[in-house]
Structure formats: structure tokens, C-alpha cells
């Protein structure tokens, strides 16, 4: 059973950038990992994806340029540099990993993180 802790979540201004962390309980080097949000009222949404590697990242439409996945394996934790914040980012973002092969379908990730909230004031 793998254990997720996001952190780095807070309030933030238009423009500005955070740094999100998703810490695992254990090794992670042969889970690809996902990132998802959920703004109030709105479904959970996929953000970004990174293979077990690093070699392969995947990022929803409106993040691209944004937002940078990546990993470091040897301390078994997956970031999401976020930068140029819009007030639409808002959400609670959730970390999650899963094996086998790339998705955005949230129902294909075995873990979850219990997430982080990111607040983006215009």
C-alpha cells in the first residue's frame, strides 16, 4: 500500500508560482505518476502525467507551458512546478500514482493523495 502526502498548496496572486510535493511511503520507481485537480462544483480533472522514468510527461491542454511535472526517484517524490497562476487554477490538486501505462483516467490510479488546496486571487 503506497502512501501519498501532497504539500506545497497556499494562496497565491495571478501570475505567481508554487511548487507542489507528493511525498510516497515508499519506492515509487516502478509507478508513473499523475497529478488531477477538483475545483468546487467541478469535476476532479487531469493535469499531468509522468512515466516511471521521467522520460515521458503528458500535461492537459490548459497547463502546457505552465506547468512542469518531474520526479526524483531517490527520494521517492513528484513535483508540479506551477507557474503564471491563473485564478482558475483554483482546486484542490491530488497526486496519485499507478503501473501499466499512461492515462488521464483518474479511475486507472491505485493510490491517491489526501491533496493539497491552491488558492489563485486575480
Known amino acids: 500500500q503506497v502512501q501519498l502526502v501532497e504539500s506545497g498548496g497556499g494562496l497565491v496572486q495571478a501570475g505567481g508560482s508554487l511548487r507542489l510535493s507528493c511525498a510516497a511511503s515508499?519506492?515509487?520507481?516502478?509507478?508513473?505518476m499523475g497529478w488531477f485537480r477538483q475545483a468546487p462544483g467541478k469535476e476532479r480533472e487531469f493535469v499531468a502525467f509522468?512515466?516511471?522514468?521521467?522520460?515521458?510527461?503528458y500535461y492537459v491542454d490548459s497547463v502546457k507551458g505552465r506547468f512542469t511535472i518531474s520526479r526524483d526517484n531517490a527520494k521517492n517524490t513528484a513535483y508540479l512546478q506551477m507557474n503564471s497562476l491563473k485564478p482558475e487554477d483554483t482546486a484542490v490538486y491530488y497526486c496519485?500514482?499507478?503501473?501499466?501505462?499512461?492515462?488521464?483516467?483518474?479511475?486507472?490510479?491505485?493510490?491517491w493523495g489526501q491533496g493539497t488546496q491552491v488558492t489563485v486571487s486575480s
Open positions: 496519485a500514482a499507478k503501473r501499466g501505462f499512461y492515462s488521464r483516467d483518474g479511475g486507472q490510479y491505485d493510490y
Open positions: 509522468i512515466n516511471w522514468s521521467g522520460g515521458s510527461t
Open positions: 515508499e519506492r515509487t520507481s516502478s509507478y508513473h
